[in-house]
């Protein structure tokens, strides 16, 4: 199930959408207003994300629950480990089905974390782009009303089969888009679960890489710069409890 991810807000960062020009998305400002969705690295499935949708055309930056809640549930009884979409289920899912026909979206990281199993044990590995650039993880959405009256719209990071890169560490990862996969999927135009599923696939094998970092990222009271920090594995101490990202169980 989904576990944890990072992002680290530097600005200046703008989105070309289908038949639009380069803009800003106003994450700047969000985080003005909502300094707890700045630069973080150990986030975790229920708090907030920055999610980039289309609005009118433009991008826009708005506050969302990592972990779906259907437009259609019931408050005492909300769906759990709704973090994570197959992207082979989103057309045919009667949970995903709605949200990948009309609300996409993408989440801005810098890198993630995954489990890799060495000999009975799991070791916490970090999977950042090479070039050290943002990823833009594959979202679908929703809006559901509470019993309170109050608007919930909340996310779950659409995953694919890993890449052969990856296989190492995992057997799924993120779908990660690209500059002109992330205009095609945040165009409301396009309906097709065909033309949206083409761009659902595995990264390339040389866009990311990935390295062993502290147990420490295990827990989620533990939110700091070195939970990214390289160790040797002779420094960690492997087992313990741990959400993996990108597993099945969530799924």
Known sequence: MCGAFVYVYVGGVRYQLMGSGIERVGIADLIARRPDLGSRFNIRPTQDVI????EGGRPVAKPMRWGLIPCWANAG??????FNARADRLASSGMWRGPFKRSRGIVPANGFFEWKK???????MYITPKEG???HFAVVYDSWINEHAETVNSCAIVTTAANDFMSSIHHRMPAILDEETVALWLDPATTEAKSL????IPAS???LKAHPVSTRVNSYKNDDS?????VSIDDTQLGGAQLGLFGDASE
């Open 197 to 200: 599923q083409q761009v659902l």
């Open 77 to 82: 009884e909300l769906p759990r480990n709704a």
């Open 226 to 230: 070195t939970l990214v920090t390289e």
């Open 51 to 54: 999610t980039i949708v289309n």
């Open 205 to 207: 094998n040389d866009l």
């Open 133 to 135: 650039e943002n990823m």
């Open 118 to 124: 060495t000999d009975g044990s799991k070791q916490p």
